[in-house]
């Protein structure tokens, strides 16, 4: 078998390792000409890194990454609504990882040229389009560096993890209009910066309307440093209607977010300087599609965002991608023709994905922070007072749940 996979990010390239494990050979074609470390922090769950973990890439992941320790909910204040454990230190087997998501599409990327061999990654070959019949699928790239005609492919099947962006998605629902826009835009960026808390805790501070997110991604220059992941996320626009077209991945302006960010208070960390040091940051909208009827249409499918594309919330986008490339290449090894394979695999990851997107449009376990802050919209003096630990628990502990990495069913799985 030979599985054709349209795009070079973390689901793309974790399935073509996956796949290898099991006797299936890939091929990833990705659009850009080269696979750069772009992006900035992503968390990626215990659920998902123990997928990685079984393909070897722990000690990779170990040299780029930070082992994440707490995870602290606040109010836009700087108190305390919610703070967990995570990780190994939540009796998983795994730990949770804040890592670039450059680092990590690296670690993968090396991991599949080292084991599937150079050509196993064919960079600047943009999609054209694909025929399928009887036997299989033929996909015709174009040099994307030159538009000119780059390759010809033919494979059992063809998947998708080519983004929200997709072109596969978009050739079979044409009609599907837009990313969904929520009206908040994004300024995102990292800074070597001096540690806070215990230098390997992530801090969510307020709700959806308007949030910052602080976490250590990497070993800073200094013993006394991180590179530090930040994100500024404000409601500037109308949920009803699209997000420009020039709104996507553009450089950020330190004139139009560091009003938002005095709104923000974090003990310890000087959040206005964090940002003003930050050699280069990202302003982009916070959005995602509806969840589809199917993602398989004979032998081709989606994976990763080209399938399910989620609001950043709950550190779930790049993990349910993981998940994604793992149920596939399980499926494929163990059905007897691709077409039950990629059923089943739609069957099993199709419901718990959309449901995952449906609690992060109504802001996922952060919600706790809203849930607070409705109640005491000027601060506290006791949470406990406001709203009791019961009642946290139960909307954090639900979205896990629903997500699959709850300290119950990571503990069943060690």
């Known amino acids: 078998m030979k599985v054709i996979i349209v795009g070079g990010g973390i689901g793309g390239l974790t399935l073509a390792l996956m796949l290898q494990a099991r006797g299936i050979g890939a091929v990833v074609y990705e659009q850009a000409s080269e696979i750069r470390e772009v992006g900035v922090g992503i968390n990626t769950l215990p659920h998902a890194i123990r997928e990685l973990a079984d393909l070897g890439l722990l000690p990779a992941l170990d040299a780029v990454a930070i082992r994440t320790r707490e995870l ?65 699928v033929t996909a015709h790239f174009a040099d994307s560096r030159r538009g000119e005609t780059g390759e010809t492919a033919r494979g059992d099947i063809l998947v998708a993890a080519d983004g929200i962006h997709s072109m596969v998605r978009a050739h079979f629902f044409p009609d599907q209009g837009p990313p969904r826009w929520n009206g908040v835009q994004m300024w995102r960026g990292a800074c070597d910066w001096p540690v806070f808390l215990d230098g390997e805790s992530m801090i969510v501070a307020g709700g959806m309307a308007g949030k910052l997110v602080l976490y250590p991604i990497a070993k800073g220059k200094t013993a006394p440093t991180r590179l530090t992941n930040w994100v500024v996320n404000i409601r500037t626009g109308d949920p009803a209607k699209p997000p420009p077209k020039e709104a996507w991945s553009k450089p950020g302006r330190l004139e139009d977010v560091l009003p938002f960010a005095r709104r923000f ?56 991608a ?6 596939l ?47 005491a919209p000027n601060g506290f003096d006791d949470v406990e007072r406001v709203l009791n630990y019961a009642k946290r628990e139960a909307i954090v502990k639900s979205y896990a749940g629903k997500a699959g990495f709850s300290q119950e069913q990571l503990a069943r799985r060690a």
């Open 72 to 136: 602290v909910y606040m109010n836009r204040f700087g108190q305390t609504v919610w703070r967990e454990p995570r990780g190994l230190h939540a009796g998983s087997s795994t730990p949770q990882f804040s890592i670039h998501r450059g680092r990590l599409q690296a670690v993968i990327r090396d991991a599949v040229v080292a084991r599937l061999g150079e050509g196993a990654v064919r960079t600047g070959r943009r999609l054209q389009g694909f025929i399928q019949d009887e036997g299989g």
């Open 265 to 320: 208070t974090v003990p310890g960390v000087d959040i206005l300087g964090l940002i003003q040091a930050s050699p280069g940051f990202w302003d982009y909208p916070m959005c995602d599609r509806d969840p589809l009827p199917r993602w398989t249409h004979g032998r081709v499918t989606l994976l990763g965002d080209a399938a399910h594309p989620m609001y950043p919330v709950g550190s779930n986008g790049a993990s349910q």
């Open 322 to 327: 993981i998940l994604d490339a793992r149920c």
């Open 329 to 375: 290449a399980d499926r494929l090894v163990s059905s007897e023709h691709p077409r039950h394979a990629l059923a089943a695999y739609e069957a099993q990851r199709l419901p718990a994905t959309a449901e995952i997107v449906a609690l992060n449009r109504k802001g996922g376990p952060e919600r706790v922070i809203d849930a607070v802050e409705q109640l």
